[in-house]
Nanobody, 123 residues
Framework: VQLQASGGGLVQAGGSLRLSCSAS????????MGWFRQAPGKERDFVAT????????YYTDSVQGRFTISRDNARSTLYLQMNNLRPEDTAVYYC?????????????????WGQGTLVTVSS
């Protein structure tokens, strides 16, 4: 099973981007998924998570109300809609598969990671 993230790019502050994460294999719908981000020189931080059927979501405070995580299990794809972007959102964004079906925020609770996609927000 592999995860492939895409959709990053350069955007001005206040703009929007939608990240996608495509999963190979047949087990995508059995696991919670998450988005993390890592800015230069900083640790990888939790951004958002969604449960296996999409019924439950959770966001870090700094993106609450601006970002929306969603999933399409029929297409084995995870999304992150990012609106009203800020320069501090600049980072490499990673999608990840959780070890279980429920939402979780810890990096160690995820066992499969995509390669990352760079989001740059200019002021």
């Amino acid at each position: 099973v592999q995860l492939q993230a895409s959709g990053g790019g350069l955007v001005q502050a206040g703009g929007s981007l939608r990240l996608s994460c495509s999963a190979s294999g047949r087990t995508f719908g059995s696991y919670a998924m998450g988005w993390f981000r890592q800015a230069p020189g900083k640790e990888r931080d939790f951004v958002a998570t969604i449960s296996w059927k999409g019924a439950n979501t959770y966001y870090t405070d700094s993106v609450q109300g601006r970002f929306t995580i969603s999933r399409d299990n029929a297409r084995s794809t995870l999304y992150l809609q990012m609106n009203n972007l800020r320069p501090e959102d600049t980072a490499v964004y990673y999608c990840a598969r959780a070890r279980g079906a429920s939402i979780t925020t810890g990096v160690k609770e995820y066992d499969l990671w995509g390669q990352g996609t760079l989001v740059t927000v200019s002021s």
